[in-house]
């Protein structure tokens, strides 16, 4: 187990965005407008989440545009850092949205697909502005990493490249299990461990999460930096201040 | 009100949208006359501190910073220049704290950069963390830190060493931590600097 130093464990809503609006329900207390991202991602960080990820889904040619209009609202009202993934796939995407605000982009199929974009992000803007979101999956017991949102499987086994995405100027590793994800049965946590002791850069943990308990099994046995959930937080189904205070509870250093 | 130094060293847009929200009065200095028109001085940054050096040098603005009386604020980068020396590239800085920034080791138990949010603990009096709790958390992405000293630093974080979260020294201030991203606490300081 590496030591944390007074480093707090983050936790992370991630908020799917297509055209400027956040899809998937969102059953929210006291929104005068659900689908407004700036809105509910004021209400996150409000409740003391760590930090938010943006993932866009927009598929138009102005794609860019609307991301970059939403980095912007979202860095004028926003005091905690975000993410923002989805579609990213040249520097010039990257130079954009670091200039509209973002602390963060996450990237996934275009890094498989020209693995040495993450060399050129990581010498453009340094490693802290590099995501690596993975998302895997067993294939004949094996973990296989998958592209384009989880439809495609690549023919990589998922700790190979997450090595060399690290070894590449990666900053940070946002690993999905498509096993785990919507099953709110808890999170990968053998697989997390393995990539966290793997690994010298922070790992975010995502998918599964169905109970405040699932997050203490997540920092307690693997010893991650941050774990990311969607709709847990936005049905209301976990209240961060909750959630955080049982982290505390359980000796996990929290941001209170 | 606040001048923002701008050298090319960075994204400044989500500072200045924190110094919006918080109706903190601020313009941008982009050459040497424009350092007369404010009362403070805000110096950011990201990025490798020996590439930001070599931009301020390029800007012709370094005698002028070094000869600054009044209130000025280093963040992240923008800290790290304020000192003597940074392993970063080994480059030599401003000088105008006699600290040297250094590379984290210790990286087999400790990840690199120090992402996240992290206890910051004031060990002297002053302004810039009025009404700050000592231990309240800030918002760090760094590789490198500014060694400890008894003189000037004003307020440490503990990670695989102990270092300088903040440094003062007469009219400087520098914070390792981005205020502009550290929540409430973060606002506060940017709010006290303003009045300092």
Known sequence: ????????????????????????????????????????????????????????????VERRKTMVELVKAVARQINIPFTIGGGINEI???????NAGA?????????????????????????????????????????????????????????????????RGAGEILLTSMDYDGTKQ???????????NMVGIPVIASGGAGTIQHFVDVFKQTNVDAALAASVFHYGEILIPDLKKVLKMNEIEVRL | MIGIITYGAGNIFSLTAALNRLNIPYG??????????????????????GTAMNKLIDTGFVPIIKALTKPTLGICVGMQLLTTFSEEG?????????????????????????????RVFVDKDNQLFKNILVGSHFY???????????????????????????????????????PEKSGVHGETLLINFSKI
């Not at chain 2, 050459?31 to 007369?36: I, L, S």
């Open chain 1, 1 to 60: 187990m590496k030591p944390i130093g007074g480093l707090a464990k983050r936790i992370i809503p991630c908020l799917d965005v297509k055209d400027g609006r956040t899809v998937k329900g969102v059953n929210f207390v006291d929104l005068r407008d659900a689908g407004d991202p700036v809105e509910l991602a004021w209400n996150y960080s409000n409740q003391g989440a760590d930090e938010l990820v943006f993932l866009d889904i927009t598929a138009t």
């Open chain 1, 92 to 98: 010039a995407d990257a130079d954009a949205l670091l």
């Open chain 1, 103 to 167: 602390d963060k982009i996450s990237i996934n199929s275009a890094a498989v697909k020209n693995p040495k974009l993450i060399n050129q992000l990581a010498e453009a803007f340094g490693i802290q502005f590099v995501v690596i979101a993975v998302d895997t999956k067993l294939i004949n017991n094996k973990n296989i990493i998958h592209l384009n949102g989880g439809r495609l499987p690549a023919e990589r086994e998922t700790l190979e490249w997450i090595k060399e995405a690290e070894d």
């Open chain 1, 186 to 196: 808890g999170f990968d946590t053998n697989l997390l461990k393995l990539v966290n």
């Open chain 2, 28 to 49: 941008m200095i982009a050459n040497a006359a424009d350092f007369e028109l404010y009362d403070r001085y805000i110096i950011p940054g990201v990025g490798h501190a």
């Open chain 2, 90 to 118: 080994n480059s030599n800085l401003l000088s105008i704290v006699p600290l040297k920034t250094i590379k984290f080791t210790n990286t087999q138990m400790f990840k690199v950069p120090h992402t996240g949010w992290n």
């Open chain 2, 140 to 178: 760090f992405v760094h590789s490198y830190f500014i060694e400890l000293s008894n003189n000037f630093t004003l307020a440490s974080t503990k990670y695989s060493n102990t270092f300088s979260a903040a440094i003062w020294q007469n009219n400087f201030y520098g914070v390792q931590f981005h």
